[in-house]
């Protein structure tokens, strides 16, 4: 079986082959990529287009061991808000039975933020220090695998800003908090 795979949504099923890490998808509604592991399962919207004769398909994330407790959340805008004047950078994790704040050994300064990749990730979260809630350029670069990533900006208030994603091995959809975190 190869990395990527390719499969038409036809009214009598899927034709084609799944790939072992993804699979792009083509549908009436346009191009998807869809990927699952033992962590996550999602389908995001490449490039939108009509191809007539086709059913539709709709977007999903699905955490495969169900929403995230919010107050691992909070536990990492708290740490976060302790140092506004540094990037940092926590990872929540599955470890077989719960889900985990790791904080992994970094360097982190006022504009950037350089840690070790900590197995089994659902959730990265980093802080942008001072500056609003964005995922730049260097977050794109960054985040080439599958899973859902937080940047936090505006530290300094009382509410600090928020954003998600879901980063599929380099593409990229937005993600409301709400379809990750529960409370």
Known sequence: ?????????????????????????????????????ALLRARVLLAPAQVRGLPALVPYLDLRHGLIPGYLMDL????????????????????????????????????????EVVSNTVVGIHSHSGMGAFFSSVDDADETGFLVSVVLGDLRRLVPQGRARLAVYGYFAPVDLHEVFAG
Request: glycine fraction near 12%; hydrophobic fraction near 35%; aromatic fraction near 10%.
């Open 1 to 37: 079986m190869k990395p990527a795979g390719y499969v038409i949504h036809t009214p009598t099923g899927p034709l084609g082959d799944r790939g072992m890490v993804y699979t792009y998808a083509l549908a009436e509604n346009g191009l998807w990529l869809e990927a699952e592991n």
């Open 76 to 115: 990492v805008v708290s740490a976060c808000a302790a140092t506004p004047d540094r990037e940092v950078y926590a990872a929540i994790t599955w470890d077989g039975q719960d889900y985990r704040v790791v904080v992994p050994p970094q360097e982190g300064s006022g504009g950037h933020v350089e840690y």
